[in-house]
């Protein structure tokens, strides 16, 4: 009986043994697991943050150029309103026979 004593006594020593193990290679893969998560975190808010700069730059390129070409087509169409004749007697004329007839 103090053999079979013994060797269930060994087999729960190396099952404790065993579950140490596990517990121990089930922690480092947790710390593994969190400072690759980090890191990557870390990685992508960088990445993030560049296409952020990167896309901003590009929009407020864009909004300059659009800017420019929207003043240079209203002072053409300002020059153009300016060299358009005006007949003044005319709409004058108008108006008095649309507002007192």
Known sequence: MTEEMNAIQHLLEVE???????????????????????????????????????????????????DKEQEVLFNDYVQSLDSTPKDKESFNGLLEKILFA
Do not use: G, M, W
């Open 16 to 66: 404790a043994d065993a579950s140490q193990l596990v517990n121990e290679a089930q922690n480092k893969a947790d710390v593994r697991i969190s400072e690759a998560r980090a890191q990557a975190e870390t990685e992508f808010k960088k990445i993030y943050a560049e296409f952020a700069c990167e896309l901003e730059s590009h929009e407020q390129a864009e909004r300059e150029s659009i």
